[in-house]
């Protein structure tokens, strides 16, 4: 059962990754990439590791969105 | 004159391309073989760690590896993150007022307001706690500079004052170093525990000797440089 | 049919696999791709692929976290601390340099409104 999950995460990772650097739109690309982050999240709590796994949460989801979101603001909307 | 306009970088073709993706799969197939090999002697460093890690009075066997055995990394690293911060800090720094008409949004306004002592409250523990379960320094310092990004977002004419930032980082930078020369002092090692730390505390609060208290100073210069960093990048956007 | 999942070699074959995978997806979007914050992304992303291998190489399937309790006290059948520790701090400074990065970017734009990396040859003449 361990295995199952551990291959269905990483298949979705990597059709998510792989969505995230093809995408027209910048907007796109970094909501994406936070869905690489929640899958890295799982990741390792599936391989017990929760230290590991409450600082990618907190850092993924709080200051790495924020960074690129910011770079978005003041880059504007282009290709 | 006229200047030529020069493309840096050449258009990748596909054969590149397939004969990258070819030499990846073998690089593949070569690490997995080697690393499925691996001698069972390297399994056995993490297990004489953690039985080393019970002489020292802590429950939390990752918090003694970051704070204790490899005590000299994070210090080294709480300067990577101290060079970093003044690197934003120097692009990014801006001291105009808020030129921003329109208020946020009434129920971001009164959510936040709800959430933050919430929030604030929670990194306290999580840092507090490092020694017991998962958490510590780092994660606490995070979740308290997330906190003050909520109410960044949510109030326009909010700003943590620089003088508090720059003397609770300067407060932890120069403590964390002065117990480092105590512990030379009392002990002949370099961070060495010269606090009490019995095996019979395992679980208490005050058990482990200095490992808490060093947790406690990492987890304050964390949150106040990542608190300054977020601030460096969301005033800027504000003179609009 | 899914027991066949759960042997040790099975398991670090999957894992060994997908992050490669993942590193080689973020190194192609490096290579390949123009806009200046997309090449940020793939640096994050060829970062997460490397805590992941760190991580899943030392997992065992019937090991729990490495806390010691009054009930948990038998440190065999607990994971390994280091790598635990290794990668704590690698992710914490990870973020930092990208913050580093990405400002510089933000302020390159303000300077000369360029966001494609083709464009950007001031160094060249």
């Known amino acids: 059962m361990t295995g199952l999950i551990i291959l269905g995460t990483f298949m979705g990772l990597i059709i998510v990754s792989f969505a995230a650097i093809t995408q027209k739109k910048l907007a796109d690309s970094i909501i994406l990439f936070m869905g690489v982050g929640l899958g890295?999240?799982?990741?390792?709590?599936?391989?017990?590791?929760?230290?590991?796994?409450?600082?990618?949460?907190?850092?993924?989801?709080?200051i790495s969105s924020l960074i690129f979101l910011m770079a978005l603001k003041h880059l504007g909307e282009q290709k | 004159m006229s200047v030529k306009k020069v493309s840096?970088?050449?258009?990748?073709?596909?054969?590149?391309?397939?004969?990258?993706?070819?030499?990846?799969?073998?690089?593949?197939t070569i690490l997995n073989i080697l690393l499925q090999n691996m001698p069972s002697k390297i399994q056995t460093a993490g297990n004489a760690l953690l039985k080393l890690n019970a002489t020292e009075g802590v429950a939390n066997a990752v918090t003694t590896v970051v704070v204790f055995f490899r005590g000299f990394d994070t210090l080294g690293e709480i300067?990577?993150?101290?060079?970093?911060?003044?690197?934003?800090?120097?692009?990014?720094?801006?001291?105009?007022?808020?030129?921003?008409k329109a208020e946020s949004n009434f129920m971001l306004q009164t959510a936040s307001r709800l959430l933050f002592p919430i929030i604030m409250l929670f990194g306290t523990y999580?840092?507090?706690?490092?020694?017991?379960?998962?958490?510590?320094?780092?994660?606490?310092?995070?979740?308290?500079?997330?906190?003050v990004l909520l109410l960044l977002i949510s109030h326009k004419t909010f700003e943590v004052p620089h003088s508090v930032i720059v003397a609770l980082e300067t407060f932890a930078g120069v403590s964390y170093v002065l117990i480092g020369l105590i512990g030379l002092l009392v002990l002949d090692t370099f961070l060495g525990n010269f606090l009490p730390h019995d095996i019979a505390q395992m679980g208490m609060l005050l058990s482990g000797g200095i490992i808490?208290?060093?947790?406690?100073?990492?987890?304050?210069?964390?949150?106040?440089?990542m608190s300054m960093i977020v601030q460096n990048l969301i005033q800027r956007s504000r003179d609009v | 049919?899914?027991?066949?999942?759960?042997?040790?070699?099975?398991?670090?074959?999957?894992?060994?696999?997908?992050?490669?995978?993942?590193?080689?997806?973020?190194?192609?979007?490096?290579?390949?791709?123009?806009?200046?914050?997309?090449?940020?992304?793939?640096?994050?992303?060829?970062?997460?692929?490397?805590?992941?291998?760190?991580?899943?190489?030392?997992f065992k399937i019937d090991s729990i976290a490495p806390i010691l309790d009054s009930a948990h006290t038998n440190v065999a059948t607990m994971n390994d601390p280091i790598p635990h520790a290794m990668i704590l701090t690698a992710i914490v400074i990870g973020m930092a340099v990208?913050?580093?990065?990405?400002?510089?970017?933000?302020?390159?734009?303000?300077?000369?409104?360029?966001?494609?990396?083709?464009?950007?040859?001031?160094?060249?003449?």
């Open chain 1, 40 to 62: 890295s999240v799982v990741l390792f709590f599936i391989f017990k590791a929760p230290d590991v796994a409450l600082t990618e949460a907190v850092i993924s989801a709080g």
């Open chain 2, 8 to 28: 840096l970088k050449r258009e990748l073709p596909t054969t590149t391309l397939s004969g990258f993706a070819l030499s990846g799969l073998l690089v593949l």
């Open chain 2, 79 to 100: 300067a990577v993150l101290f060079i970093a911060s003044l690197g934003i800090g120097l692009m990014l720094h801006s001291n105009s007022k808020c030129n921003i």
């Open chain 2, 126 to 147: 999580v840092m507090i706690y490092g020694h017991l379960s998962p958490g510590g320094g780092f994660q606490g310092g995070v979740i308290i500079a997330s906190g």
């Open chain 2, 212 to 225: 808490p208290i060093i947790y406690i100073i990492v987890g304050i210069k964390v949150g106040s440089e």
């Open chain 3, 1 to 58: 049919m899914f027991e066949f999942l759960n042997q040790p070699e099975v398991i670090k074959t999957i894992v060994i696999v997908g992050s490669m995978l993942l590193l080689f997806i973020g190194l192609f979007g490096l290579l390949t791709r123009k806009h200046i914050i997309k090449i940020f992304i793939s640096i994050a992303i060829m970062e997460s692929s490397i805590f992941l291998l760190f991580i899943g190489l030392t």
């Open chain 3, 98 to 125: 990208l913050a580093l990065g990405v400002s510089f970017a933000i302020e390159y734009f303000k300077l000369t409104g360029k966001t494609d990396i083709n464009e950007m040859n001031e160094m060249r003449h």
